[in-house]
């Protein structure tokens, strides 16, 4: 398939959206395993915020982010 440059931010915008959703699942999985072992029904004020921004990726950056694909993903095992 050939895909135009306008296809392929389109593409990598929907993947961004579902990795953001992904993450924010895990998180809410997390909070709701540690309230529920901890018997409260209120958050912990240690929870984690998940920050979304928009920038680009270069050098050392773009490495790190990388690594935290391939380690999210679990790559860096293999």
Do not use: P, Q
């Amino acid at each position: 398939m050939d895909f135009n440059t306008l296809e392929i931010i389109g593409l990598a915008f929907l993947a961004g959206l579902n990795i953001a959703e992904v993450a924010e699942n895990v998180v809410n999985e997390e909070e709701t395993e540690k309230v529920e072992s901890e018997g409260k029904h209120c958050k912990d004020e240690k929870e984690a915020d998940i920050k979304i921004e928009v920038g680009k990726l270069e050098g050392d950056k773009a490495k790190e982010f990388m690594n935290l694909i391939k380690k999210v993903t679990g790559e860096d095992k293999k």
